[in-house]
T-cell receptor, first 111, second 114 residues
Framework: DQQVKQNSPSLSVQEGRISILNCDYT??????FLWYKKYPAEGPTFLISISSIKDKNEDGRFTVFLNKSAKHLSLHIVPSQPGDSAVYFCAAWGSNYKLTFGKGTLLTVNP | EPEVTQTPSHQVTQMGQEVILRCVPI?????FYWYRQILGQKVEFLVS????????KSEIFDDQFSVERPDGSNFTLKIRSTKLEDSAMYFCASNRDRFTYEQYFGPGTRLTVT
């Protein structure tokens, strides 16, 4: 049951460039989509979200885009910084009031 | 800034033993959750808890699992008879109410069953 899928287990980018993390979902009833960031030995921390009725949400260096027809969302980080190196989880929230996570993508930003 | 705390950070136990994982949610939060992440896998929902009872549980949360809020601050997950496949990172989370999608996670307890 993979309702939320992150097909890239890892991504490596140069400092200052754009990082694009992708996520696909299958359940069209999700109300919100969230990105969580996780450092080793820490729990996931909320980064940014988007409502299912929006197509873009921006917060500083982080922008999330939602394409409902394609059931696809992406997180853009620009410019990428070495401190952004972490695992990024895509998650979805719906009427069952629980988060459904993807497997995560390990982002490495090289100085 | 308030945070969710979990103890212990790492628990090693033998197969068949009981373990209790402890969490202290953020004090004004009303909904509590347990998730787990098996190494290399996704974070999976186990159970949600509100007003001293389970709101929802996943198919993973079988009779071997139970949750409790024994006092006003702690929230525990008990595994009665651990199996090797219970080895995972267990995360506690909380939020203010069930309509708030942002959940706050603790640092996790790594459970190793040998």
């Amino acid at each position: 049951d993979q309702q939320v899928k992150q097909n890239s287990p890892s991504l490596s980018v140069q400092e200052g460039r754009i990082s694009i993390l992708n996520c696909d979902y299958t359940n069209s009833m999700f109300d919100y989509f969230l990105w969580y960031k996780k450092y080793p030995a820490e729990g996931p921390t909320f980064l940014i979200s988007i409502s299912s009725i929006k197509d873009k949400n921006e917060d500083g260096r982080f922008t999330v885009f939602l394409n409902k027809s394609a059931k696809h969302l992406s997180l853009h980080i620009v410019p990428s910084q070495p401190g952004d190196s972490a695992v990024y989880f895509c998650a979805a929230w719906g009427s069952n009031y629980k988060l459904t996570f993807g497997k995560g993508t390990l982002l490495t930003v090289n100085p | 800034e308030p945070e969710v705390t979990q103890t212990p950070s790492h628990q090693v136990t033998q197969m068949g033993q009981e373990v209790i994982l402890r969490c202290v949610p953020i004090s004004n939060h009303l909904y509590f959750y347990w998730y787990r992440q098996i190494l290399g896998q996704k974070v999976e929902f186990l159970v949600s808890f509100y007003n001293n009872e389970i709101s929802e549980k996943s198919e993973i949360f079988d009779d071997q699992f139970s949750v409790e809020r024994p006092d006003g601050s702690n929230f525990t997950l008990k595994i009665r008879s651990t199996k090797l496949e219970d080895s995972a990172m267990y995360f506690c989370a909380s939020n203010r109410d069930r309509f708030t999608y942002e959940q706050y996670f603790g640092p996790g307890t790594r459970l190793t069953v040998t």
